[in-house]
């Protein structure tokens, strides 16, 4: 009797380290991904967004992007933790500059990245 109650209780340890361990060391090796949304002005239409998604592929960002929106005026985008550096937001928003867009992160300084 005692051998069998042993024997459970070592295969309930086993279960639960199995599983649920796995699943917290994977989350800690591959943290989130950073979203970033930037504010356009100008954007009037579907052929807006087009050419700024080009300029952002063009940029070497097209893998990024997540969404433009002319309804919005915004764009939003997504980095692995290490894509996403200092310069970062000011190549994107001369990507959308380069359109002759008005792009920023906080309207409080709507041109944060002068050439
Ligand atoms: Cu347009």
Redesign the pocket.
Known sequence: MNSVIRLLTMLSVIACLGPCCGKEVRAADNPKEITRTYQVEG???????A?IKLSLKGAGFGKNVLSVS?ENGRVMMQFAPEEFGKDTDCKIIKAIQSRGYIAYVDASNKNPCPK
Do not use: V
């Open positions: 954007m009037t239409c579907g052929g807006c967004e050419g002319h």
